[in-house]
């Protein structure tokens, strides 16, 4: 075994990757992950012992925020962006041990080695291989550690993008270093961690709260809209990802610049929000899921930008490494990285609108149009109508197939189930699942679209929000009372934090595939399973009976 992990749904059996991630991650970049978030913890630990003596950095929650985002799958490929992060932590600790009057060696309460260790450079490899998930011997111990973790990464990058846009949380923030530093607590039981658990979808739920509100209140609420799926003559630049400040700053600069600018995977939503149709050089969305972007990206003949994760390793077929950008927490070796803002400027683009004025316009690979833009408040808006064709009997199920989309085979299920749940289901759906379904022609009931998408992964709020309200609506006391069902993908970090948001919630008997997650132990499994109803997918016919019934 040259490395361990199993935070993904693609992990090698569903029990972890031990030679190389399925992602294509490589041993050494798993250890230096490893030691990056072993190094965050001393950070964590250090934050709650001087919260207890009334002492707090906001700065500090961001800096860990930005090091458990570049961990999520797919995200940072650069080793030395990885390297230059975990000797900054290690100074953050220090600098914080210092004002705690620690002294350099001294063993730290519950967590001796992860407040105290000292590595150079060249041992980063080698310790990391010491500190990652297998350390951690109990396996439900583990198992309800990693799933902290996991769900801590997803609210990281939630809340990157809430404080990008001004919005942060000081609750938010000292949750997350709590739950952190309880990840090397040996005092916790079982029963504790499982509480704590349980917290972190309390804190998911608030921190898409929170961006939910940060994105609406600058670029406005999403409404229905048409997303042309077709190309113009003008060369192009594609922005991936989920960060809607990169996509504002882009669209700025390339203004009368003779470019036009399309969305791809996670960034669809951009193109409902108010505030950027104002563009005309907005042209659209090329392409679909992630997982599809070696080819897209080739005949895209544009620049690329990576704003989050999502980065599909590039082989010896591709010819765009020069033309592919990467910025903020994401990075990849040979692409060019977009550094950070500067207090009060925009990042600088010009590289990239550059290198889009010497490129070819995209080549077309389809044609026709999304519809999405289904904001909890859009739908609300329009709860009269639902409400009526609810109690007509013209809408019989909503079912959620939020989450992600990925490579696997049996993912095909999800486009199976759309097509054979009966016209008077409609599916709610948010993140890049929805591309399995979203282009197939399923019609409307009574002019409400028989697929409402609420927008990015972190937009599945919406759709907990849409079912409260309808709860409140019928005048029902338990949501699960609802004519509701979940259907939900799963691949990375982001949507562990969503799945605990939902558990959180109260919401049951849900069905998670293509698998549940590895990283679960049998008797960890078991408890979720007894007490919230979690259920793996079978097949689409079995399932969608099911849900209808």
């Known amino acids: 075994m040259s490395m361990f992990c199993y935070q993904c749904q693609e992990t090698v059996r569903n029990t972890g990757c031990t030679t190389r991630g399925v992602c294509g991650k490589t041993p050494e970049l798993c250890h230096l992950f490893d030691l990056s978030i072993h190094a965050m913890k001393g950070i964590a630990f250090a934050s709650v012992q001087l919260a207890k003596k009334g002492v707090y950095y906001p700065e500090d929650a961001l800096f860990v925020m930005g090091g458990l985002f570049r961990t999520i799958t797919n995200a940072n490929w650069d080793e030395k962006q990885i390297i230059k992060f975990i000797g900054d932590a290690i100074a953050l600790r220090d600098k914080r041990k210092l004002e705690l009057g620690w002294e350099a060696g001294t063993i730290c309460p519950s967590c001796p080695d992860a407040a105290t260790f000292q590595v150079k450079p060249e041992e980063y490899y080698s310790y990391g291989e010491k500190v990652g998930v297998l350390a951690t011997e109990n396996e439900d111990i583990r198992s309800l550690r990693e799933t902290v973790i996991y769900g801590l990464k997803g609210i ?32 916790l ?89 104002k563009y005309k050089h907005f042209h659209g969305n090329y392409g679909s899921s992630w997982w599809h972007q070696l080819p897209e990206f080739q005949s895209f003949n544009g620049p690329i930008l990576m704003t989050t994760n999502c980065i599909v390793p590039l082989t010896a077929k591709e010819t765009y490494l020069d033309r592919f950008f990467t910025t903020g927490m994401t990075g990849y070796p040979g692409a060019v990285h977009i550094p950070d803002r500067e207090p009060g400027k925009q990042k600088d683009f010009s590289a990239i609108i550059a290198k889009a004025k010497t490129c070819q316009p995209p080549t077309e690979i389809e044609t026709g149009k999304i519809v999405g833009g289904f904001n909890h408040r ?51 759906t948010a993140g890049c699942a929805k591309y399995r379904y979203i282009k197939l022609p399923l019609g409307d009931i009574d002019g409400i679209p028989r697929v409402l998408d609420a927008g990015q992964c972190n937009d599945s709020y919406s759709l907990a929000v849409i079912a409260l309200k309808l709860k409140e609506a019928f005048g029902l006391e338990d949501v699960n009372q609802l004519p509701l069902a979940f259907d939900i993908a799963w691949y990375e970090q982001k949507a562990v934090a969503v799945l605990l948001a939902l558990l959180y919630l109260g919401f049951k008997n849900m069905r998670l595939g293509p698998t549940l997650p590895g990283f679960l132990s049998p008797n960890v499994a078991q408890v979720i399973i007894d007490t919230f109803g979690l259920q793996p997918i079978t097949d689409a016919d079995s399932d969608v009976a099911a849900m209808m019934a």
């Open 156 to 187: 990281a990058a939630y809340g990157e993008h809430a404080w990008m846009l001004g919005y942060q949380s000081d609750e938010v923030n000292k949750f997350m270093m709590e739950g952190l530093a309880a990840t090397i607590d040996d005092s």
């Open 189 to 277: 039981s079982a029963e504790e961690l499982t509480a704590l658990v349980v917290k972190t979808g309390e804190y998911a739920v608030k921190v898409m709260e929170l961006l939910d509100r940060a994105n609406t209140d600058k670029y406005g609420v999403p409404e229905p809209t048409e997303v042309d799926l077709g190309v113009g003559t003008n060369p192009g630049i594609l922005i991936s990802g989920h960060d809607l400040l990169d996509m504002e700053e882009l669209l700025q600069q390339t203004e009368g610049q003779g470019i036009d600018v399309y969305t791809h995977g996670e960034m669809l939503p951009a193109n409902y929000y108010p505030a950027f149709k």
């Open 378 to 428: 859009t739908v609300m808006g329009m709860a009269d109508k639902v409400v009526e064709a609810i109690k007509a009997g013209k809408i019989k199920k909503f079912v959620v197939m939020a989450g992600c989309d990925g490579r696997l085979n049996s993912r095909q299920y999800f486009t199976d189930v759309a097509e054979k749940l009966p016209k008077d289901a409609v599916i709610l």
